[in-house]
């Protein structure tokens, strides 16, 4: 067969010599021991936390090496395209702080350039034309239907589904057959011609997982689509090879992929990248652990942390616990320093499946936000609330020094203690509605009607605002004696049953009426900063309500 006509006929355009290309993309000039890492995410509209689990792991990698990160969109597959993508995936990862210093839509030096990977179309189809010429690939006329056939006769035989061996069926098409097709106009893919023999298990140095073996590819996979355009598969190779990858870190769902990887590159005649295949994320769902799934967990996607307003570090931080198992330690002991100077090590990543838990991070993020001043937190809601609060919730800013008042009381910055009541900015923002608006009540009281009233009568007969902590409270304490309430603790739990109860709970009735919630910070605060009428006006209102 005369391979070098074949691939003038299927691919007649003329493309640079071979050889150009290494000059265009030359090797890098970079340090001894810089790694170059990437992100390929596909235009899919859906960027989530797999994503961001390897881009933090390939961002550390790159940077902590003096190496480069970049980011390539992998664009070949036009039905799953969304427009807007790269938008999205690029505002995800800029809020948490993902640095790329190449890529799509980011600039950059561009030695490297395009990102996209439509936009190299002549650079694969450079190279599909050299490996028809060299017999290593060749045109496929199978149309779907036929492919779907043999799918169900493999399926039905028990055997491996795929173009291979015996079921190759345009691989063994003589030189007069491919001539035929294509003179009557049928339309064709190009696919490898694979030499690998399933009898073989190669071993395979993956960074993360070790040691393991893989099976050779005998898939006569499509490189090129009958659109011109190539797969994902010979794409990420080129793009690899050219863009000087040193190192793919990726989600272990690529594994399967890797034995086609591995004779790609070798058809090829490029070095390989290193690989390291990170483990998924797991997520405890009753007695079984399973992967975090699309459909059934909203955690997934990127987009939920920004929407409920996670504080960016503390996804981090928490994605930085579950990627290097000495990471929490390491935190601990230096909880005030960047987290750049954290060792990160791709050899500390796990094996096998990371449990995520949202639980945990929200734990995390608890402990992040309490360590900020009042000033940060109220930059943090407020960019929050621009984008995703009620026009309500952006009137709190209309006041600076008041919602720092509240913020310094909520959080507890002049006390001893830090309080910890914030896990997110729309939690946050919920927790101090009370300070703007009439609080809806969300506790139950816990005594009688008649009581509740009686209490809140008492009350506003002798409460002044100008009453200092300590008045106020043994005013409390009077409004409990003079209702059979126990005004001291000690003689409560002394003699229960001679009392209605504590000035504990005579107090809570005062915070429910006030804010709405039987756990709030400090009482005598909240009504210093709401003033005498709302004060007031709150308890009234409280009275009223049956
Ligand atoms: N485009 C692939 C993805 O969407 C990238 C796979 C790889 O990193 O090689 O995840």
Redesign the pocket.
């Known amino acids: 067969m005369d391979y070098q006509a074949l691939a003038e006929r299927l691919l007649p355009e003329t493309y640079l010599p071979l050889e150009e290309y290494e000059k265009m993309y030359p090797p890098r000039s970079l340090p001894q021991g810089a790694e170059v890492t990437r992100l390929?995410?596909?235009p899919t509209g859906f960027i989530h936390l797999g994503?961001l689990f390897v881009a933090i792991a390939n961002e550390r990698i790159a940077h902590q090496s003096g190496g480069i990160m970049y980011l390539r969109i992998?664009d070949t597959d036009e039905k799953r395209r969304v427009d807007g993508a790269v938008e999205a995936v690029k505002n995800a990862l800029k809020y948490f702080s993902i640095r790329f210093d190449e890529g799509a839509e980011i600039g950059g030096d561009d030695t490297y350039a395009p990102w996209y990977q439509r936009q190299r179309a002549d650079i694969y189809r450079a190279f599909v034309k050299d490996l028809v010429a060299r017999g290593r690939a060749y045109p496929c006329f199978c149309t779907e239907e036929a492919l779907g056939a043999l799918r169900e006769q493999q399926t039905a035989e028990k055997k491996i589904t795929g173009y291979y061996g015996k079921y190759a069926k345009c691989r063994n098409l003589s030189e007069a057959e491919i001539y035929r097709n294509l003179d009557a106009g049928k339309p064709f893919v190009i696919r490898l011609k694979s030499m690998g023999d399933p009898e073989n298990k190669i071993k395979f140095r993956d960074e993360i997982k070790g040691e393991i073996t893989v099976t050779e590819n005998d898939q006569d996979v499509v490189i090129l689509k009958s659109d011109g355009i190539p797969t994902?598969h010979f794409a990420?190779a080129v793009d690899d090879h050219f863009m000087r990858t040193t190192l793919?870190v990726?989600?272990e769902e690529?594994l399967a992929s890797l034995p086609i990887h591995i004779e790609l590159f070798s058809v090829l005649g490029f070095d390989r990248p290193r690989y390291g295949h990170n483990c998924s994320l797991m997520k405890q769902d009753g007695e079984t652990r399973r992967k975090l799934s699309k459909r059934k967990d909203p955690e997934l996607s990127l987009e939920f942390y920004r929407l409920e307003g996670y504080y960016p570090r503390a996804v981090r931080v928490y994605m930085l616990t579950l990627l290097n198992s000495n990471f929490e330690e390491w935190y601990m002991k230096n909880p005030d320093k960047p987290l750049e100077e954290f060792p990160f090590s791709v050899r500390k990543m796990g094996k096998s499946g990371a449990l995520f838990d949202l639980d945990k991070l929200s734990d995390v993020s608890k402990n992040e936000l309490s360590r900020l001043s009042a000033e940060e937190m109220y930059g943090f809601l407020e960019e929050w609330t621009k984008e995703y609060g009620t026009d309500a919730q952006k009137a709190y800013f209309n006041d600076r020094e008041y919602l720092l008042k509240v913020l310094d009381l909520c959080m507890g910055t002049g006390g001893k203690k830090r309080r910890k009541d914030f896990t997110t900015a729309r939690q946050s923002m919920e927790f101090i509605s009370c300070f703007f608006e009439n609080a809806t009540r969300q506790d139950e009281y816990r005594v009688d009607e008649e009581t509740k009233r009686a209490i809140l009568n008492e009350f506003l007969k002798t409460y002044s605002c100008a009453d200092d902590a300590k008045v106020w409270f043994s005013k409390v304490k009077d409004v409990a004696g003079s209702l059979g309430f126990a005004p001291e603790m000690k003689d409560y739990k002394a003699a229960p049953e001679n009392y209605k109860g504590s000035v504990a709970d005579v107090a809570e009735v005062l915070r429910i009426a006030v804010t709405g919630r039987a756990n709030t910070p400090d009482l005598w605060s909240i009504m210093q900063i709401l003033g005498e009428n709302k004060t007031r006006e709150r308890i009234l209102c409280a009275e009223e309500e049956a």
């Open positions: 390929a995410p596909s994503n992998e994902y990420h793919v990726r989600g690529w």
